[in-house]
């Protein structure tokens, strides 16, 4: 069973430009959720994909957006970047039906100069 | 902001001690969940929990999801040294979004 992936690990940004970052769920999760590491914290849930659509979202502004595949594969944009804006950006998966617990991706590291 | 007290902040263990560090909350939730990060990876499922009362095991771990709904506790037993790293408390409400711990920063005594 292939685990929660995440692309890239690790990226330089500067003030202003505009990031993506990728993820394929781990097989059979349909659900998709991205969270923000910032140091020595823990994850803050930015927003959740089922079925394509955004369906919950936490304290984070319209410059955060996102998308899900009919693969169930998903993408995290960022525009307008901000210094505050580095962080671990954490990919998670799980199944919609019953107990299904987050899987979490290794995540990719952002940092922006 | 984070809504979960996590404590204690960090700890030292020594092999073959057991340890314990519990969560609490202002806010009632429906799962409690524990997530072991260590570094450069993310944080990966020890324990999910998703009944008042229930208690848990897995190997030399054991939680539980206190009866208020409102707290939960993690148990090491018989540490070794692969138990360091960062533990994480999560808790869940209907809609799955989980709110998170700051952490508990296990290291080994010298």
Known sequence: ETGVTQSPTHLIKTRGQQVTLRCSSQSGHNTVSWYQQALGQGPQFIFQYYREEENGRGNFPPRFSGLQFPNYSSELNVNALELDDSALYLCASRRTAGNSPLHFGNGTRLTVT | ?110
């Open chain 2, 1 to 110: 902001g984070q809504q979960l007290n996590q404590s204690p902040q960090s700890m030292f263990i020594q092999e073959g001690e057991d340890v314990s560090m519990n969560c609490t909350s202002s806010s009632i939730f429906n799962t409690w969940l524990w997530y072991k990060q260590d570094p450069g990876e993310g944080p990966v499922l020890l324990i999910a929990l998703y009944k008042a009362g229930e208690l848990t095991s897995n190997g030399r771990l054991t939680a539980q999801f206190g009866i208020t709904r409102k707290d939960s506790f993690l148990n090491i037993s018989a540490s070794i040294p692969s138990d360091v790293g960062i533990y994480f408390c999560a808790g869940g409400s209907n809609d799955y979004k989980l709110s998170f711990g700051a952490g508990t920063t296990v290291t080994v005594r010298a």
